[in-house]
C-alpha cells in the first residue's frame, strides 16, 4: 500500500534524524560543543528538537491515522459526518497546548539570550580582548594587550573567556567557530561584541558564513586553543620573532581584495581600523 | 566586464534561447498564430486567461529557477570540483532564489489567484480587469528583464538577498545588480496593483448572499494576502529605488563613505521579505484548505479559526523580520522580542494543521492528485516549520544561522507549503482553466517521486549545516564529513528535476487524452467555481448566483439546483480587450533596460512611452461592451448547459 509506505518513510526519517543528532559521527561540531557558549546554544538546540520531535510525533500518528482510517473505499465502516462543523473545545486545546510549548521555548530562549551577552563576572581576570577585522577575503587578529597580530589563524588561551570585538571593512562577513559557539556580524563602522570560550587545548575550525563576493567560500580560519602557559609562551616568541607591520602593508591587507597566507607580525600601526577611510584601493 | 560573458556554460544558454526564440517565431508564424496570439492573450484582459499565462510564466521560470538548482548541485556534489567558476556561481545562486521567489513562487499563485477567486465569489470578472492586464505585463517585463541579465552583460551576484556594502558599485561594479534592481522593481509595482485589485475585488464584487463569513477558504487566504501585500511591498519599492538612486547616481543611502548605513538595507529588505513569505504562503494555505474539504468530503473544521487564525499570521508577520539578523548585535532585548514573536506564528499555524486533520477526521478522503499533494503538504511542513521553531530561538539560531540548517528549513516550507500547495491548485483547477483533467496515474508517479527526492535533497542540508557547511559556498575542501551528504543531495535534486519531467509529459499527454470535463463539476466540488463550465465562459456565471452557506455548491446540489434558469438570462456587461497594458508593460522594459547600462536616452524613450500610452488610455472611451442574451444562449447550449 502507497500510503503504509508513506507512513513509513516518514517515520524512517525520525529514527534517522535522532540518531544522526545525538551524534553517532565525531564531526558535527555544533552538536560537541567545546565551551560554555557552544555548551548553552547546545542545551536550548537539544531542548526545542525534543519538544518540536513531540509535536510532529503527535501530528504524524494522528496524520497516518485518520488517512487510513477515512479513506473513501465502498466498505469502510469508520463513521462519515460530512456536515461537522468543528468544536471549540478541540481547537482550544490546540490552542492552548503550543501556548505552553512557546513558553517552554520562550524562557530559557530569553534567559540565555541575556546570560549570553558578556563573560560571566566569576572570570578572575579580565577576559582577553582580541579585535577581529574582516577584509575580503581575509581575518585579522589583533591582540591590542600585546600588540600582536595574526591574519587567517587564531591563537586564544583554553579556559579563559576570549572577548572578541568585530568589524569589518567593506562588505560584511560572520564569525562563525561551530566548536565554540554561535555567529555574529563582521559589519563596517560597527563593533559588535561576541565571547567564546575553549574548555581545553585543541584546534578548532572557523569561517564566515556571511557572502562578501567570490573569495567568500576561502574565509577560513583555524583557531588553536592553548593552556594559559602555552598560550603567554606563544606570545612572547610572536614579540621576538615576527616581523612589525608597517602602515604600507596593513593598507594592503586591509584594502586590497583577495586571499592571504598565514601571516604573523609583532606589532601593527596603531591607526585604529574603522572601515570609513581609504577604500580607494578597491 | 564585457558585454558577453565569456564562459562556455553561458554560450551553450545563449544559444539555446536564441534557438528557442527563433523556434517559438516560426512556429508563430508558420501556422499563422499572430493574430491569433494578440486577440486571444496579448490585449485579454479576461482574468482566467491572465491567470493562465501567469501560471505559463511561472512554469518557465521554475524550468529557469530549477535548472540553476541542478547547476548548483553539480558543482556541489563533490569537494573541490571546477564545473563552474566562483563568479558563476555566485550569479546562479543569485538568480535562483531570486527568480523562486518572486518570478516562480509568486506569479504561480497569483495565477491561481486569478483563475479561481472570482468564480470562487460568483463575480463575472475582477474589480479593475485593465489594471489585472497592466499588473501581469509589469511582472512579465520585469521577469524578462531579469532574465536577459544572463545574455547581455552578467547576472547579479549579491545573493538574493542583495545585501550592502556588497551591492553597492564600489563592491560590486558592472550592470548585473542593476538588473536585480530593476526587474524586481518593475515586478513590484504589479504585484501592488493586484494586492489592491484583489482587495477591491473580494470586498465589493461577491456574489450576493456571499457574508465574508461565508468566502471559501481560499478566497479568504486571497484577501488576507492582497492586505499583506499592500503593506509590505511598498517598503521593497523603497529599498529598491534608494540602492538603485545609489548606484546609477552616486548618493549613499547605504555606503559608508558619506554616512550612509549599510544596516538599513537588511532592515529595509526583511520588514518586506518575512511578509514576502506569508505572501507565498497563505494563498497556498487557502488552496489546501479547499482541498482537503474537498476530498475528504467535509465542511473544513472550524472555519471561524481558520480564518483568525490567517489574519493572525498576517499581522505576525510584520513583528518578526529582526529574527533574519539575530546575530547583528541588535542585544538582549531585542533578540528576545523577535524570537518569541517568531515563536508565536507557530501558534495560529498549529491550528491550522490540527484544522486540517479534523478535516479528514470522518471524512471520506479520496487520493486524487492534488488531494495526494495536500497530504504530502502536511508532514513537510510540520517538519519545516518545526525547525522554524527552532530557529526562532535567538541564541541557538547563532549556530544555524546562514548555514544549510536554515537553507534546509526555508526549502522545506517554500517547496513543501508553497509549491506543494501550488502543484494541488493547478491540479485541482487544471480541468476549470482547460476543460480536462491531468492524468491521475502520472500524477501519482509526480507526488509520489518529488516528495521522495525532495526529502532526499533537503533532509541532509540540515545535518550538513550543524557540520558547519553555510550557504552560497561555490566549493568546499575535503574531509570535513561534508561529502557524502552533499553527493546524496545532488542525486536527489536529479531526481526532483526527472519528477518534474514526468509532470511536462503529463501536461502534453492530457491535452489530447485527458478526460474532458462536460459536467464543469468534474472533482464533486463543494464551492461556486464548480456550478459553471469547464473551462468558464467569458463571463464566468450566465446567471449570478445567490449564496446562503459556506459551501453553496455543495448545498445546492443537495437540494437539487439546476443551473443555470434560462428564463432570467440578461445582457452582460464585459470589459473590452486591449492592447495598451502590453506597450505600458514594454516601455517599462526599455525604461529599465536603459537604467540598466545608464543609457538614459532608452530611460527617457521608455518613460516617454509610459506616459504616452497612460495619456492615451484616459482618451479611450471604447472600454467595454454587453453580451447579447442571445449569444449567452449560444454560449450556454454549446457547453450543454
Request: net charge positive.
Amino acid at each position: 500500500m502507497a500510503r503504509n509506505r508513506k507512513i513509513l518513510r516518514r517515520f524512517s526519517w525520525v529514527v534517522m534524524a535522532s540518531l544522526l543528532l545525538t551524534g553517532c559521527s565525531t564531526q558535527i561540531p555544533v552538536l560537541q560543543p567545546q565551551g560554555p557558549v557552544a555548551q548553552q546554544e547546545f542545551g536550548l538546540i537539544e531542548w526545542s528538537f525534543f519538544l518540536m520531535l513531540f509535536v510532529a510525533i503527535v501530528v504524524f500518528i494522528l496524520f497516518g491515522v485518520f488517512i487510513y482510517r477515512y479513506r473513501n473505499t465502498p466498505n469502510n465502516k469508520a463513521p462519515y459526518e460530512p456536515d461537522m462543523e468543528g468544536s471549540r473545545k478541540l481547537e482550544f486545546i490546540w490552542t492552548l497546548i503550543p501556548v505552553i510549548i512557546v513558553l517552554l521555548i520562550a524562557v530559557p530562549t530569553v534567559r540565555t539570550t541575556y546570560a549570553l551577552q558578556a563573560p560571566p563576572k566569576t572570570a578572575k581576570t579580565d577576559p582577553l580582548v582580541i579585535d577581529v577585522t574582516s577584509a575580503a577575503w581575509k581575518w585579522i587578529f589583533q591582540y591590542p594587550k600585546s600588540g600582536l597580530e595574526t591574519v587567517n589563524y587564531l591563537v586564544i588561551p583554553a579556559n579563559e573567556p576570549v572577548q572578541f570585538n568585530l568589524t569589518s571593512v567593506g562588505p560584511m562577513n560572520t564569525f562563525w567557530i561551530p566548536s565554540l559557539g554561535g555567529m555574529e556580524f563582521n559589519m563596517p563602522n560597527v563593533t559588535l561584541g561576541l565571547w567564546l570560550q575553549a574548555d581545553h587545548p585543541g584546534i578548532y575550525l572557523g569561517r564566515s558564513a556571511n557572502f562578501s563576493g567570490v573569495g567568500f567560500e576561502h574565509m577560513s580560519f583555524t583557531v588553536k586553543a592553548l593552556s594559559i602557559p602555552q598560550f603567554n609562551t606563544w606570545v612572547s616568541a610572536v614579540k621576538k620573532t615576527a616581523p612589525a607591520l608597517s602602515n604600507a602593508e596593513n593598507n594592503q591587507i586591509l584594502y586590497t581584495h583577495g586571499l592571504s597566507p598565514k601571516l604573523t607580525f609583532s606589532s601593527y600601526p596603531s591607526t585604529k581600523t574603522t572601515g570609513t577611510a581609504g577604500m580607494s584601493g578597491m | 566586464m564585457s558585454m558577453f560573458p565569456h564562459n562556455y556554460l553561458i554560450y551553450g544558454a545563449d544559444v539555446s534561447i536564441v534557438g528557442a526564440t527563433a523556434l517559438i517565431i516560426f512556429v508563430l508564424t508558420y501556422f499563422k498564430k499572430w493574430k491569433w496570439l494578440w486577440d486571444n492573450w496579448i490585449t485579454t484582459v479576461d482574468h482566467k486567461r491572465i491567470g493562465i499565462m501567469y501560471i505559463l510564466a511561472a512554469f518557465a521560470m521554475f524550468f529557469r529557477g530549477g535548472t540553476d538548482g541542478l547547476l548548483m548541485r553539480t558543482q556541489l556534489a563533490l569537494p573541490n570540483l571546477h564545473f563552474l567558476s566562483a563568479q558563476h556561481y555566485d550569479e546562479i545562486f543569485t538568480t535562483h532564489g531570486t527568480i523562486m521567489i518572486l518570478f516562480m513562487a509568486m506569479p504561480m499563485l497569483i495565477g491561481l489567484i486569478n483563475v479561481a477567486v472570482p468564480l470562487q465569489i460568483g463575480a463575472r470578472d475582477v474589480a479593475f480587469p485593465y489594471l489585472n492586464a497592466i499588473s501581469f505585463w509589469t511582472f512579465f517585463f520585469g521577469a524578462m528583464l531579469f532574465n536577459i541579465s544572463f545574455v547581455f552583460g552578467g547576472s547579479p551576484d549579491a545573493g538574493w538577498t542583495s545585501y550592502a556594502p556588497l551591492s553597492e558599485l564600489q563592491f560590486d561594479p558592472g550592470p548585473g545588480e542593476n538588473y536585480y534592481l530593476l526587474g524586481l522593481q518593475l515586478a513590484g509595482i504589479g504585484t501592488i496593483a493586484t494586492g489592491v485589485n484583489f482587495l477591491v475585488t473580494i470586498l465589493k464584487m461577491r456574489a450576493p448572499g456571499m457574508t465574508l463569513m461565508k468566502m471559501p477558504q481560499f478566497t479568504w487566504a486571497t484577501l488576507i494576502t492582497s492586505i499583506i501585500i499592500i503593506f509590505a511591498f511598498p517598503v521593497l519599492t523603497v529599498a529598491l529605488a534608494l540602492l538603485t538612486i545609489d548606484r546609477l547616481m552616486g548618493a549613499h543611502f547605504f555606503t559608508i563613505a558619506a554616512g550612509g548605513m549599510p544596516m538599513m538595507w537588511v532592515n529595509l529588505f526583511w520588514i518586506w521579505g518575512h511578509p514576502e513569505v506569508y505572501i507565498v504562503i497563505l494563498p497556498a494555505f487557502g488552496i489546501l484548505s479547499d482541498v482537503i474539504s474537498t476530498f475528504s468530503g467535509k465542511k473544513i473544521f472550524g472555519y471561524s479559526a481558520m480564518v483568525v487564525s490567517l489574519a493572525t499570521i498576517a499581522a505576525l508577520s510584520f513583528t518578526v523580520w529582526v529574527h533574519h539578523f539575530f546575530t547583528m548585535g541588535a542585544g538582549a532585548a531585542v533578540n528576545s522580542f523577535f524570537g518569541v514573536s517568531t515563536m508565536l506564528i507557530a501558534i495560529p499555524t498549529g491550528v491550522k494543521i490540527f484544522n486540517w486533520l479534523f478535516t479528514m477526521y470522518r471524512g471520506r478522503i479520496r487520493f486524487t492528485t492534488p488531494m495526494l499533494w495536500a497530504l504530502a503538504f502536511i508532514p513537510t511542513f510540520v517538519v519545516g516549520g518545526m525547525t522554524g521553531v527552532m530557529l526562532a530561538v535567538a541564541p541557538a539560531d547563532y549556530q544555524y544561522h546562514n548555514s544549510y540548517f536554515l537553507v534546509s528549513h526555508f526549502h522545506y516550507v517554500l517547496i513543501g507549503g508553497t509549491v506543494f500547495g501550488a502543484f494541488a491548485g493547478i491540479y485541482y483547477w487544471w480541468p476549470k482553466m482547460f476543460g480536462h483533467k491531468l492524468n491521475e496515474r502520472l500524477g501519482r508517479w509526480h507526488v509520489g517521486t518529488f516528495v521522495l527526492f525532495f526529502n532526499m535533497t533537503f533532509f541532509p542540508m540540515y545535518i550538513v549545516g550543524l557540520m558547519g557547511m553555510t550557504r552560497r559556498m561555490y566549493t568546499y575542501p575535503a574531509g570535513l564529513g561534508w561529502t557524502a551528504l552533499n553527493l546524496i543531495e545532488t542525486i536527489g535534486a536529479f531526481g526532483q528535476g526527472a519528477s518534474m519531467m514526468i509532470m511536462a509529459v503529463n501536461i502534453v499527454r492530457s491535452i489530447k487524452f485527458g478526460e474532458r470535463d462536460v459536467t464543469g463539476d468534474i472533482w464533486d466540488g463543494r464551492t461556486l467555481e464548480w456550478s459553471t463550465t469547464s473551462p468558464a465562459a467569458e463571463y464566468n456565471f450566465s446567471v449570478l448566483p445567490h449564496v446562503t452557506s459556506v459551501d453553496e455548491w455543495w448545498e445546492e446540489k443537495k437540494r437539487g439546483v439546476v443551473r443555470p434558469d434560462h428564463a432570467t438570462f440578461k445582457p452582460i456587461h464585459m470589459p473590452n480587450n486591449s492592447g495598451w497594458p502590453f506597450l505600458i508593460g514594454l516601455s517599462f522594459f526599455v525604461a529599465g533596460f536603459g537604467l540598466v547600462f545608464n543609457w538614459w536616452l532608452s530611460a527617457i524613450v521608455g518613460a516617454l512611452g509610459i506616459i504616452t500610452f497612460l495619456f492615451l488610455r484616459s482618451f479611450d472611451y471604447n472600454t467595454d461592451h454587453y453580451i447579447p442574451v442571445d449569444e449567452v444562449k449560444r454560449v450556454e447550449a454549446a457547453a450543454g448547459r
